[in-house]
């Protein structure tokens, strides 16, 4: 995939707080990419670089092949939709998606045609006359981002953009969303702090931590083969059961001596976790060879899933596991209850801060 984007070396500080830390990564031109991080990890101020609203204190930015490190915002050929929508509420939906291309001297047949174009791509020709307040939140968004498509730029920023809907109507826009990117072939560049939001929509992930790259990879990557338990802690759920490498597999004290699916890559000797997705966790109220005996310590019902927390002997912390409804166990299991788990070799992995 030849690169639209390249950071490179980029590190941004502000005063004694270091934001973005030497950091690099590069974005396809027809790629959905997500910066993904808690709250103060750099993404927020990496995207403001990107779109011309911060100057780096060092390294340079790409687009192209053309340095735009020096760059004016307003002469990008960048678009960034913000969380906040900042629509015109005196003005109509078509009259809010056009403003900007009027803005830059386009006119009569060719400025009708353009905005027809976006709002049919939002499925949003049948509100064109309406002003925002006569509009749903996903609707809102929608313009938004028409507005910012309409310009046809070669790579569009979105800051948090789904941060304002409700559950439901978010995972909606999250399926939009890629479906959209994928229509136009417009590059998407996105930042959120909601894993599940980057897990679904980004063609790669990239975790920041303290202005740095955790790890970068297809989503999939990320979360099957995590390569820190920071990066495993923070894309999706994980059990975490402390132990040391030892000659025969990785030793938890008190429950025995593991394999995992890197065993392989691991040393003798190092301080470490187990680490167990919930739903690759077997549960059964039957005794299996191999099997862990554990004690229900309580359940939430989900509808498509019941959690469980289990107590093993000698951990301090219960072992969560997810079981499909479909599972007969769900149907009659109680806290209390003595229940037996494990969980396949290739679904574990050893991993070190």
């Known amino acids: ?91 109509s939906v078509a009259a809010n998606v056009a403003y900007g291309l009027e803005m830059e001297g386009v006119r009569g047949a ?9 709002l049919a791509l939002v499925q949003l020709s049948a509100l064109a006359k309406r002003k925002p307040a006569q509009l749903s939140g996903g609707q809102k968004q929608r313009v938004a981002l028409a507005r910012a498509l309409v310009k046809r730029p070669k790579l569009l920023l979105l800051d948090e953009p789904l941060g304002a809907l409700d559950k439901k109507l978010r995972e909606q826009m ?5 479906r959209l990117q994928q229509e136009t072939g417009i590059a998407f560049l996105v930042v959120t702090h909601d894993q599940e939001e980057a897990l679904t929509m980004a063609d790669r992930i990239a975790l920041l931590r303290q202005g740095r790259i955790a ?8 979360y099957e083969r995590p390569n820190s338990r920071f990066v495993a802690d923070f894309i999706g759920q994980m059990n975490f059961l402390d132990g040391q490498r030892v000659a025969r597999g990785f030793e938890v004290p008190g429950l025995g001596i593991f394999p995992a699916a890197n065993i392989a890559d691991i040393g003798l000797g190092g301080a470490g976790a187990l680490a167990v997705r919930p739903e690759r966790i077997e549960v059964t109220d039957t005794a299996v060879n191999g099997a ?6 309580g359940s939430a019902y989900l509808g498509q899933d019941l959690i469980l927390h289990l107590r093993l002997h000698g951990q301090a912390k219960p072992l969560v596991a997810r079981l ?30």
């Open 110 to 118: 060719e400025l009708a045609r353009r905005v027809d174009e976006v």
């Open 174 to 178: 999250q399926i939009e969303l890629k």
């Open 292 to 297: 862990l005996p554990a004690e229900v310590d």
């Open 1 to 91: 995939m030849s690169a639209l984007l390249e950071v490179i070396g980029v590190t941004k500080a502000f005063g004694p707080v270091l934001a973005v830390d030497n950091l690099s990564l590069s974005v396809g031109g027809n790629e959905f990419f997500a910066l993904l991080g808690p709250s103060g990890c750099g993404k927020t101020t990496l995207l403001r670089m990107i779109a011309g609203f911060e100057q780096p204190d060092q390294g340079r930015i790409l687009l192209d092949g053309v340095d735009i490190t020096g760059l004016k915002a307003n002469k990008r050929p960048i678009n960034l939709m913000f969380q906040s929508y900042a629509l015109f509420p005196h003005m």
């Open 215 to 222: 790890q970068l990879g297809e989503p999939r990557v990320l």
């Open 324 to 353: 499909p409804a479909a599972n007969p166990l769900t149907a009659k299991v109680m806290r209390g209850q003595r229940v037996w788990c494990g969980w396949s070799d290739a679904h574990s992995l050893i991993l070190s801060e």
